[in-house]
């Protein structure tokens, strides 16, 4: 899949660039270039990339504004890379329309990972699949059955519900605004404790250890995202 893949880097520091570019060709992804983010959007324009990693710090427009810009148009998947770490930040990312949000420094193992999830979500985002499974843990949409080793599990329907907002899509984050204005709808968006209660009661009904999680890692003030098999 990698080898007809082209990514988009959009980051003023060269030395960032070129890191990315020879770890990403090294996966057999084709690898676009920006500098600023007018350059950015002309090359998301004319190469239609199937991913982009955009950095919020750039020296002509800030990198929220290319977001939007990019989400009236785009719909390719987008990691914001950036050294700025704040919950705020984070959630403004997110919220409008990036895919995942990366602080620098980081790993590059861990970079290359989420690009695969994202790139294998956005190429089967229209086949949703009837089941998912993520180690001992199945995830059947069909039957709305879970079981975790084989064993049944007995969940709410709302706790049904945000474990599978969360399966849909393996590895990518999703806001708690998200889930509350999925599940709960758009006039509960404040009422973040309602996430919270019901993470807790299938980290319960999952034997799952926050300290250590097997299937649900939580982004402090952000949101959670279900572990990749």
Known sequence: MSQHSTLLIIDDEPQIRKFLRISLASQGYRVLEAATGGEGLSQAALGRPDLIVLD???PDMDGQRVLKELRVWSEAPIIVLSVRASE???VQALDGGANDYVTKPFGIQEFLAR?????????TADTPEAAVCIGSLRIDRASRQITLDGAPVE???KEYAVLWQ?????GRLITQQQLL???WGPTHVEKSH???IVIGHLRAKLNDDPAAPRFIITEPGVGYRLREQ
Do not use: E, S, W
């Open 56 to 58: 919020l710090g750039l």
């Open 88 to 90: 705020a930040q984070k």
């Open 115 to 123: 690009v695969r999830a994202l790139i294998r979500q956005n190429v």
């Open 155 to 157: 969940l709410t329907r």
């Open 166 to 170: 969360l399966a849909r899509f393996p």
């Open 181 to 183: 204005t999925d599940i």
């Open 194 to 196: 309602y996430v919270r």
